[in-house]
């Protein structure tokens, strides 16, 4: 069965702060993908990657950055966070062809005081 | 460009009568429809998808969902709600075109009275 984990379940960051939130997938899947999900407003798409070193922006990039530096790990940071960016964060995992299905992490419930 | 519209934000239904999760979309190739679940406290698990294959598509736990190009739609029904059913259902909706652009709904909670 295919794993993603999310390295923090919950994080309390104070504002200004560079903020990392790890991914990790354990079934050498080629895309990989961060969401944030806020009631209301479902799930945005930050930022995605097909392949290492690869990345795209989503629809909300502004105030992040991603890194893939190895196929199975995934990083979202956020620069300098802000409190606009308190949010649960969740990491996903899928094969190449876009009918696969996500695998989704269980998610990282960040709060930027 | 593509869209999609979860028609109620809260569904409410009794332990054992028929649920309805209504999902309308906008796309401007044939699209993949997939419904995910997300119980509390944990991340979104695929129920179902249709890729143009055929249109009744069922599911995993009883759920199907049924592609209707005429009207837009893909709602996932449900005969007879289980108190586990209680979770978050988000339509998502992909165009095809290469790039794996997604678009998830707002999403549907749905609550099961015992």
């Known amino acids: 069965d295919v794993k993603v984990t999310q390295s923090s379940r919950y994080l309390v960051k104070r504002t200004g702060e560079k903020v990392f939130l790890e991914c990790v997938q354990d079934?050498?899947?080629?895309?990989m993908f961060w969401y944030r999900q806020d009631p209301g407003l479902g799930l945005r798409l930050i930022y995605f990657s097909y392949d290492v070193k690869m990345k795209e922006k989503g629809d909300i990039p502004e105030g992040y950055s991603v890194s893939r530096e190895k196929k199975e790990r995934f990083s979202l940071i956020l620069e300098s966070a802000s409190t606009n960016q308190t949010s649960m964060y969740l990491c996903?995992?899928?094969?190449?062809?876009?009918?696969?299905?996500?695998?989704f992490g269980n998610g990282t419930r960040l709060t930027v005081t | 460009a593509q869209s999609v519209t979860q028609l109620d934000s809260h569904v409410s239904v009794s332990e054992g009568t028929p649920v309805l999760l209504r999902c309308n979309y906008s796309?401007?190739?044939?699209?993949?429809l997939f419904w995910y679940v997300q119980h509390p406290n944990k991340g979104l698990q695929l129920l179902l998808k249709y890729t143009s294959a055929a249109t009744l598509v069922k599911g995993i736990n009883g759920f199907e969902a049924e592609f209707k190009k005429s009207e837009t739609s893909f709602h996932l029904t449900k005969p007879s709600a289980h108190m586990s059913d209680a979770a978050e259902y988000f339509c998502v909706v992909s165009e095809n075109t290469g790039r794996r652009a997604l678009t998830f709904g707002s999403g549907t909670r749905l609550q099961v009275q015992p």
């Open positions: 079934m050498d899947h080629e895309n």
């Open positions: 996903a995992s899928s094969l190449h062809d876009f009918n696969s299905p996500l695998h």
């Open positions: 796309s401007s190739y044939s699209p993949s």
